[in-house]
């Protein structure tokens, strides 16, 4: 707004300059206005172009005289302000919060299991093997033996001859011509153009929000664990010293149980804090500046260029042409060709032969047998611990700073000016 109030001031002042005010004020308006003189209104001094009042009072219009004015001219000083700018300054705080920590502890337990154990035994079986028997056999089979056969044959052969033909040609003559255009000059013009533009000017805002805090939650659970129980179970038997006997007999089998096992487990439940925070929103705010915009402006200017241009015309020129012949030339190639021949052949044969053998067998028995066996079982307890962590917080803080301003002042200045002294007079005297 400053700057485009000192560009309309000196327009003002210049506007008030006009012709019709000098000469109400008493003053020339050009150089030299002998003409002026004559109508009893002014003396001009035909060396630097100044005109004075009359000696004489006028005897067509009023006399003038000198005076001094005071006028505001607009002129730009620079001070010094003060100006409240907000800052932010960052400070550490603590705080205390409260944590649940799972401690494992360990007990050693013993627990009776069955397992299997193989025992060995060794028993005799007749298995049969295969051997191989060589037979010689007499085979027939066929062969075709290669022989050479001489044959006679023609060939096309092509061989190229050479003339001279004469032919015409068309021949394109460069030549020089001076053709008148037109080409476009772009000049830069400058305008002062009013625009406006958005700043953004920023403002404290108190906001509510929320934040997660996490709590430790006991829940408890079940579980499948499988065990192994031994069950009696009884069977029957045949006695082997006294065939078709039976008798019953008790034997312990593993057989797995599924069992529910509760447990505890801690689990982590979110829940949201309300809390309150300082938030620096910027707000837009419309203002107007005037800048100088450059504009192209374009205009035709006549130049004067040469172009080569070409103009046909015919020659005739004298070329060698190859021309093909053909004829038939005799020669003699070789054929490669085979007979069949009836040949014979000893070719030896394997038979396989099975053959009986006896071996030694060792073999594993299953055998159920039980043993104690210790273990280590894992349970959880949750403590509860205080901890304290510090973090940093922005505070605002208003600041003040000197900021260097330009400020358009209208300054006070004395001019000379001429004004009517007198009312009508009598005539002037003579120069």
Known sequence: MMRSMWLVLPAVV????????????????????????????????????????CASPCASGPCYQTLERTVLVPQLVTET????????????????????????????????????????????????VYETAEEQVERTYTVLVPYQVEKTGTRIVYETVQEQVEQPCTVLVPYQVEKTGTRLVYETVQEQVEQ???????????????????????????????????????????????????????????????????YTYCRHVCRQVPCTYMVTVCRPEQRTRTVTVCRPVCREVPYTYCVTECRPEQRTRTVTVCRPVCREVPYTYCVTECRAEQRTCTVTVCRPVPVQRTRTVTCCVPVQRTREVSYQVCTCECVTEERTETYHVCVPVCVERQVQVQ?????????TCQVPACGNCGGCGSK
């Open 407 to 415: 400020v358009c002042r209208l300054v006070p200045q004395t001019i």
């Open 14 to 53: 210049l506007l008030a300059a006009t012709p019709a005010d000098a000469r109400r004020r008493g003053r020339c308006w050009t150089p030299c206005c002998p003409a002026a003189c004559a109508r009893g209104c002014v003396v001009c001094d035909s060396g630097c172009g100044a005109c004075s009042p």
């Open 196 to 262: 406006p533009y958005t700043v953004l000017v920023p403002h404290q805002e108190e906001r509510t929000g929320y934040r997660l805090e996490w709590d430790v939650v006991q829940e408890t659970a079940y579980r499948t664990v499988r065990r192994v129980v031994m069950q009696q179970v009884e069977r029957q038997v045949y006695d082997p010293c006294a065939p078709g006997c039976c008798r019953t007999v008790v034997c312990c089998c593993p057989q797995v149980v599924c069992e529910q096992v509760p």
């Open 81 to 128: 302000r003060t100006v409240h700018v907000t800052e932010y300054r960052v400070e550490p705080r603590t705080r205390t919060y409260t944590v649940q920590r799972l401690v494992p502890k360990y007990e050693t337990r013993i627990r009776t299991e069955c397992y299997t154990e193989l025992v060995p035994q060794t028993r005799e079986e007749t298995y049969t």
